[in-house]
């Protein structure tokens, strides 16, 4: 099994920042993709940023040029670096970690951590 623990969210005034975590442990292999999504009350989850093991990344159009996200480099770690926040961005923010099955690689399987909280508002 694979488990995720974010951390870092939190109440900021509109264009300030802060700086989400995520760690992965358990069964983590080493290609993978891990990502943040975000529900807002009322909404759909949402795709926010994800990156490869190989270093790709992708973003929400929403959240371009402010958001970065980023892999540690010695655990299984994510992070996101949220500049410039707008109380748009007022959401749960999720991560998530998508791997091959070790028993069957062409299938793949998502983990999801708990949530962390997000509130931008003055």
């Known amino acids: 099994q694979v488990q995720l623990v974010e951390s870092g969210g939190g109440v900021v005034q509109p264009e300030g920042s802060l700086r989400l975590s995520c760690v992965a442990s358990g069964s983590v292999r080493n290609v993978n993709v891990m990502g943040w999504y975000r529900q807002a009350t009322g909404e759909q989850r949402e795709l926010v940023a994800d990156v490869s093991s190989t270093g790709y990344t992708n973003y929400a159009n929403s959240v371009k040029g402010r958001f970065t996200i980023s892999r540690g480099n010695t655990q299984n770690t994510v992070y996101l670096q949220m500049n410039n926040l707008k109380p748009e961005d007022t959401a749960v923010y999720y991560c998530?970690?998508?791997?091959?099955?070790?028993?069957?690689?062409?299938?793949?399987?998502?983990?999801w951590g708990q949530g962390t909280h997000v509130t931008v508002s003055s």
């Open positions: 998530n970690l998508n791997q091959p099955r070790p028993l069957n690689p062409t299938k793949r399987h998502n983990y």
